[in-house]
């Protein structure tokens, strides 16, 4: 049988989130000093181990965390959570390769602006003024590429492009060559 400092080791795993000592006795089926105890040994047990793991209390209880020595890979390796919105802006700007925020703006609308900055702080737009412009061009960064594991992006060539994207007909990409060629569609 396993050690209950084991257990409790799985059971904060499995989980995956912060858990309160009541809960981590019933589910170890054993009572709350038993379980702070094990808890106690597991922590310290962690506390030394040269390990990318750490067990720690939080507010709302103890949780399994990769140490924050690794949140630099933590960036790189998880993409953060942007809106559909600020998505679809990071697409357009994407497929256009550069495009000034003005521009940006009359395709996509005033929420555009929020966008950028959602962007540009993630890291995935670069924000450059242009020398006699009041606009700003905007550019997808490197890990952009890295996180979405693009490195070029056809140019999609369309014949007219709505105000709004959400309203434009969409682009039947099966007639688009990687080159950014249109290919001949059959007519049916």
């Given at each position: ?186 007519s049916g």
């Amino acid at each position: 049988m396993f050690r209950l400092s084991s257990q409790i080791e799985a059971i904060l795993y499995l989980k995956g989130q912060a858990l309160d000592l009541a809960f981590i006795a019933e589910c170890a089926g054993c009572d709350r000093d038993a379980a702070e105890t094990a808890m106690m040994e597991l922590m310290d047990d962690y506390a030394h181990r040269d390990s990318a793991l750490e067990v720690v209390e939080t507010p709302t209880g103890y949780t399994l965390q990769l140490r924050a020595s690794f949140q630099a890979l933590i960036d790189k390796m998880i993409p953060p959570e942007i809106g559909t919105g600020a998505l679809r802006t990071l697409a357009a700007i994407a497929i256009k390769g550069s495009i000034s925020q003005t521009d940006l703006v009359e395709l996509r609308g005033s929420g555009a602006y929020q966008h950028v900055q959602e962007l540009v702080e993630v890291g995935f737009v670069r924000k450059r003024r242009q020398s006699g412009s009041r606009s700003s061009l905007l550019q997808v960064t490197d890990k952009f590429h890295r996180t979405y594991e693009l490195n070029d992006l056809p140019i999609l060539q369309v014949a007219a492009v709505s105000k709004d994207l959400e309203e434009s007909t969409p682009i039947d990409l099966a007639t688009i060559d990687p080159d950014g060629v249109d290919l001949p569609t059959q007519s049916g």
